[in-house]
């Protein structure tokens, strides 16, 4: 079993950045693939970017390329999510994703899931 939780949303004005952490323990956490996710209201949850469990991999929605920039740090079981030029259509909430096997861009592929966090951008 692994435990997910994210920190570091907030409100930020658009051209800003935010830098999202997911702290992971329990079970094989440094051996799955990480994903970061999120969902607006009203809207389905999707992809943002993940990376594979020995950083080696990574995967961005095309929305996020250039943007942002997903890492992690198995010594301390983390996953961060930099965020830069952050616009108001980034506004959402942002889950933490924890896979066994491949990086996957399908939320439903994802085992476990921390409770997010609240990201907004204003204009």
């Known amino acids: 079993q692994v435990q997910l939780v994210e920190s570091g949303g907030g409100l930020v004005q658009a051209g800003g950045s935010l830098r999202l952490a997911c702290a992971a323990s329990?079970?094989?956490?440094?051996?799955?693939?990480m994903g970061w996710f999120r969902q607006a209201p009203g809207k389905e949850r999707l992809i943002v970017a993940a990376v594979s469990r020995s950083g080696g991999f990574t995967y961005y929605a095309d929305s996020v390329k250039g943007r942002f920039t997903i890492s992690r740090d198995n010594a301390k079981n983390t996953v961060y999510l930099q965020m830069t030029s952050l616009k108001p259509e980034d506004t959402a909430v942002y889950y933490c994703a924890a896979r066994s096997g491949v990086v996957l861009s399908i939320p439903g592929e994802y085992e476990y899931w921390g409770r997010g966090t609240q990201v907004t951008v204003s204009s």
């Open positions: 329990g079970g094989a956490a440094s051996s799955a693939a």
